[in-house]
């Protein structure tokens, strides 16, 4: 066999080759090795600071470990979640949109990073973008976390229509009962057709409230502003007294109302009777007021007024004890000073409370305006409820 000369040249040089790239190898190791080192030193860096509430001292460390490693997926969760808490809505977003532009990312970590991206879009009030994204995953695992988010969105939107369909859905996922929300959904709507003049709309819309919730007070009280509004008083008045029959601490809220259409449709005898005999049973000053309104005898009014002072002993029942106490020729500067003193003491004490967060409110609401809960406010304010707690 005759030996080429040219196989002793090409043994050296693939020896060398192999050596060299061996040498580079090593390197880029050694190399990566110390970026995950330093990257895990400042994530451990970045986790004390925040067990020692120093988020300024964290942000920076677990800047500095993404740097080092910035294919460290969770590294990059943490930093945009520590932008979102601190209201830094933007630079989450950026962190969360760089993670969604890696064509490596595995699919649960993707769906993952879109879920903290439509958070960031949701806290900073894009609610058009968060919706885009949190409808994108109403596919995914996160159904229903997405979903529940829609809801919120269509909710501050007032998107009612959609709402209704996303509780809905929720139902369906078995996220429990969403009767009592539809049926508010279905009075807003209502709310807004009476608003235009579509009464028999409002009517049909209230109807379904009423379906979703049979326990639902509200679409009573807005089927007597229906009323009233085409000139129909005395339905008005039967829509009103249907909700001492369904729920009868809530009479207390309607009962001006009810005591001022007694007296339009001329039953003032037959509303005193009524009104007397709910008194009775849900006691509320709110209640006793409309009795007030109601009954012309002073010496009946002063009586009333001390009997239910003496059965609650609240601020509010020792003003309508004053009152009437005036009306019936009390010393009048010693009245006007008590009358001060109990204005002064009840300044604060005369709004409703909510269940759910204590937000205040001159006015009984059905949803809370802080934190957006449905049916939190209880019929009685909280100088009556603090008597029986």
Not at 228 to 237: I, S, V, Y
Not at 250 to 257: G, K, L, S, Y
């Amino acid at each position: 066999m005759e030996f080429e000369l040219w196989w002793l040249l090409a043994l050296p040089v693939t020896f060398g080759l192999g050596w060299l790239a061996s040498r580079l190898d090593l390197l880029q190791l050694k190399r990566d090795g110390k970026n995950r080192s330093t990257a895990s030193l400042a994530y451990f860096r970045g986790l004390n600071f925040l067990l020692s509430e120093q988020q300024d001292k964290a942000i920076d460390a677990f800047i500095e470990a993404v740097t080092a490693d910035p294919e460290t997926v969770d590294l990059h969760f943490a930093l945009g979640n520590l932008f979102r808490r601190r209201g830094e809505y933007e630079r989450a977003v950026r962190v969360h949109q760089n993670l969604l532009a890696r064509a490596d990312l595995p699919a649960a970590e993707r769906q993952r990073a879109q879920v903290a991206l439509a958070q960031d879009f949701f806290k900073a009030g894009l609610l058009d973008r968060a919706e885009a994204v949190y409808t994108a995953l109403t596919s995914t695992a996160y159904e229903s976390e997405a979903l529940a988010a829609l809801l919120q969105i269509h909710e501050r939107t007032r998107e009612w229509n959609s709402a209704i369909d996303i509780a809905q859905r929720l139902e369906r996922l078995g996220g429990g009962s969403w009767s009592r929300q539809i049926a508010h959904y279905w009075c807003e709507i209502a709310l807004l057709q009476r608003r235009d003049t579509e009464f028999s709309a409002a009517l049909d819309s209230l109807d379904k409230a009423r379906a979703a919730d049979p326990r639902a007070v509200r679409p009573w009280q807005l089927r007597a502003l229906v009323a009233q509004q085409q000139g129909r008083p005395e339905e008005a008045l039967a829509d009103l007294r249907r909700i001492a029959t369904l729920r009868p601490d809530f009479t207390a809220i309607v009962a001006a109302d009810i005591a001022r259409l007694y007296r339009e449709t001329g039953q003032i005898e037959a509303g005193l009777d009524w009104l007397r005999t709910q008194l009775q049973e849900a006691p509320a000053i709110d209640l006793l007021d409309a009795v007030l309104q109601l009954e012309p005898d002073a010496v009946e009014r002063r009586r009333l007024s001390l009997h239910y002072l003496q059965a609650h002993r609240s601020l509010l029942a020792a003003s309508r004890a004053v009152e009437q106490a005036a009306a019936g020729g009390a010393d009048e500067p010693l009245r006007s000073a008590v009358a001060q003193a109990l204005d002064g003491a009840l300044a604060n004490r005369q709004r409703y409370r909510c269940a759910a967060c204590g937000f205040e409110a001159r006015n009984h609401c059905w949803h809370c305006p802080a934190c957006m809960g449905w049916d939190t406010y209880p019929p009685r304010r909280s100088e009556e409820l603090s008597l029986t707690v």
